[in-house]
Nanobody
Framework: QVQLVESGGGLVQAGGSLRLSCVAS????????MGWFRQAPGKEREFVAGMSWNGPTTYDTGSADAVKGRFTISRDNAKNTIYLQMNTLKSEDTAVYYC????????????????????WGQGTQVTVSS
């Protein structure tokens, strides 16, 4: 069983930046897909960005259109951690951000689907003030 713990959320002004972290512990695998999702009040949880890797090889990352050019997903293999660097934040980015993971490589056509992931963190709140 994999445990995921997110951190780095907080309150930031519009135009500012935050970096979220997600640490994976427990039974981790060399071949993994991890992603970031977010859920705003009254809305469904939506995909933000995702990536897959097999050992040291990272496959193409992907992000939602709403955050392209502003958010970047990355990883530190040695720390079992993925990051979400969020720049030029907007009020509509306000949400609880969740880290998700699953064993194996999930293709880009499915990586945005919640059902593709079987492990979730508890979430971290990001609030962007305008």
């Amino acid at each position: 069983q994999v445990q995921l713990v997110e951190s780095g959320g907080g309150l930031v002004q519009a135009g500012g930046s935050l970096r979220l972290s997600c640490v994976a512990s427990g039974r981790t695998f060399s071949s993994t897909t991890m992603g970031w999702f977010r859920q705003a009040p009254g809305k469904e949880r939506e995909f933000v960005a995702g990536m897959s890797w097999n050992g040291p090889t990272t496959y193409d990352t992907g992000s939602a259109d709403a955050v392209k050019g502003r958010f970047t997903i990355s990883r530190d293999n040695a720390k079992n951690t993925i990051y979400l660097q969020m720049n030029t934040l907007k009020s509509e980015d306000t949400a609880v951000y969740y880290c998700a993971a699953t064993q194996g490589i999930v293709g880009t056509t499915s990586r945005h689907l919640r059902i593709a992931y079987d492990c979730w963190g508890q979430g971290t709140q990001v609030t962007v003030s305008s």
